[in-house]
């Protein structure tokens, strides 16, 4: 059975970069089929897209989001992250990582990690 | 970018009651929509893919349909263990999701 993890600093000052890992196990980052993406959600609200990665480290961004944000993946220690820079108290919210299936000119999500809050606040 | 809008937001119902979720979206996405089920403090559950796909373990009484802008999620009698918020999400271009319903119990 397919499992991730979201693991980074759960508070993070404003201005600074927020930074995440989500790591893979019972399955390999590395499959042919293997989309990974980023979603949160801000506390008492909707889910918002963040990005998709691909295993060879092809990137696809939220345009609203593209200008801060950097996604890798690490097939050596099957893990893939998140930075994002310059937070205000907007980008507060549970994180989520989730494996991607592409169709269409999108992605679908049916793994998802149990999801981390990350507070920005001084 | 494309704006999904679910109808209503706010769905009270009753155990055994048949229940209808509206999602459109602002431009054609095919048949290129999901469906999530979450509880409080949950992540998101896929339960529909490709508009109409039961997701593997999701219970029969789930069912989804449309094309194009127009998608119903229907729940065909209500379990004690539905009460939860539902959201669809486009993929037909990048993804987005709607502003979410949340079912609850009348």
């Known amino acids: 059975q397919l499992q991730l993890q979201e693991s980074g600093p759960e508070l993070v000052k404003p201005s600074e970069t927020l930074s995440l890992t989500c790591t893979v196990s019972g399955g390999s980052i590395s499959s042919s089929t293997s989309y990974w993406g980023w979603i949160r959600q801000p506390p008492g609200k909707g889910l918002e897209w963040i990005g998709i990665i691909y295993y060879s480290g092809t990137t696809f961004y939220n345009p609203s989001l593209k200008s801060r944000l950097t996604m890798s993946v690490d097939t050596s220690k099957n893990h893939f992250s998140l930075k994002l820079n310059s937070v205000t108290a907007a980008d507060t919210a549970v994180y989520y990582c989730a494996k991607a299936w592409n169709y269409g000119e999108g992605w679908y999500f049916d793994y998802w990690g149990q999801g981390t809050l990350v507070t920005v606040s001084s | ?106």
């Open chain 2, 1 to 106: 970018d494309i704006q999904m809008t679910q109808s209503p937001s706010i769905l009270s119902a009753s155990v055994g009651e048949r229940v209808i979720i509206t999602c459109r979206a602002s431009q054609s996405i095919n048949n290129w929509l999901a469906w999530y089920q979450q509880k409080p403090g949950r992540a998101p559950k896929l339960l529909i893919y490709a508009a109409s796909g039961l997701q593997i373990g999701v219970p029969s009484r789930f069912s989804g349909s449309g094309s194009g802008t127009e998608f119903t999620l229907t729940i065909s009698s209500l379990q004690p263990d539905d009460f939860a918020t539902y959201y669809c999400q486009q993929y037909g271009s990048y993804s987005s999701f709607g502003q979410g319903t949340k079912l609850e119990i009348k």
